[in-house]
């Protein structure tokens, strides 16, 4: 048989349990625990399963007394007061002619493992401030994993890229000998150094060198990055903050994207599409690529 259909036949099943059903197997684990592992609730009454109401009110009573609480002194009172109180509810349950059929037919097929999603829910239903929190820490922790493998995702682009520029710098500059810096420069004019040592440089407008390199992506969040901190500061900074005029700002902790962030991000976009946002003029000698790209190499 399919697994769904057995989960399907498992739910139906659960499905159909009732409050009164939930009752006879709550009442049940606590004659178990209470009284024998063994004992049914014919057993601890001293009837058959043939017994008439008649019988069972009998036994009902004269249990009751055995076990009454007052009979009792100290720490066999508290125990004898929880097995009064069970027995109350055994007897609701083998006086009720509808309650005993249930009963009954759970004996001849056996109790099911009924502690379970449904029953936990029933027992520890959550209140409106419980799901408030209970969606705050699932929204914080989807929104760790979804900026964690985002950002793992850019270090593998920002690798790829290095090499794509590295590699085609050597390519567009094969008369250089080696431990030269080799020139590449873009269709959209942004311009990189690939130093001897196999490092790969961003041009700035001032000339500036910035380092591409994927380690200056940082795949670790701070706390005070997430939505576990940051959404609980931004309905304070909405509500009681406009009231008192007293914000939190949680800026200083944002990771300011470097120059050289921001000179890689510009630079991929323009070699990935391979066109121009803003044109240049042409610099140095213009060489096609063997990728079909063109580049313009500069000693």
């Known amino acids: 048989m399919k697994l769904w259909l057995v989960v399907l036949f498992a739910a139906s099943l659960v499905a159909a349990w009732t409050a009164e059903d939930y009752e006879i197997f709550k009442v049940n684990d606590r004659v178990r625990a209470d009284v024998g592992e063994d004992v049914t609730f014919y057993s601890w009454l001293d009837v058959?399963?043939?017994?008439?109401?008649a019988e069972i009110n009998k036994a009902y009573r004269k249990l009751s007394r055995t076990l009454h609480p007052d009979k009792f002194r100290g720490k066999e009172k508290k125990q004898k007061e929880k097995q009064y109180q069970t027995l109350s509810v055994v007897g609701g349950v083998l006086k009720d002619p509808e309650r005993r059929r249930r009963y009954d037919y759970f004996l001849d097929h056996g109790f099911p493992q009924w502690r379970g999603t449904a029953y936990l829910y029933?027992?520890?239903?959550?209140?409106?401030?419980?799901?408030?929190?209970?969606?705050?820490?699932l929204i914080s922790a989807f929104h760790y994993l979804a900026v964690t493998v985002t950002r793992k995702q850019d270090k593998k682009r920002i690798a790829s890229f290095r090499e794509t520029i590295r590699r085609e710098a050597l390519q567009a500059s094969n008369g250089?000998?080696?431990?030269?810096?080799?020139?590449l420069t873009t269709p959209d004019g942004k311009s990189f150094i690939v130093t001897g040592d196999g490092k790969v440089f961003a041009e700035t407008d001032d000339d500036t060198r910035v380092e591409i390199h994927e380690d200056n992506i940082s795949t670790k969040l701070k706390l005070s990055q997430t939505w576990f901190i940051r959404l609980p500061v931004a309905v304070y900074n909405y509500?009681?903050?406009?009231?008192?005029?007293?914000?939190?700002?949680l800026a200083q902790d944002d990771d300011v994207p470097s120059q050289n962030q921001s000179a890689t991000d510009g630079a991929a976009t323009a070699t990935a599409s391979g066109s121009s946002t803003r044109k240049k003029k042409p610099r140095g000698k213009k060489i096609k690529l063997p990728n079909g790209k063109v580049a313009y190499a500069k000693a």
């Open 48 to 53: 058959s399963r043939k017994a008439t109401s």
């Open 122 to 137: 029933s027992r520890f239903r959550p209140g409106i401030a419980g799901t408030l929190v209970g969606l705050w820490l």
């Open 239 to 249: 509500t009681i903050g406009l009231v008192t005029g007293l914000t939190l700002d």
């Open 176 to 183: 250089l000998p080696d431990g030269q810096d080799r020139k």
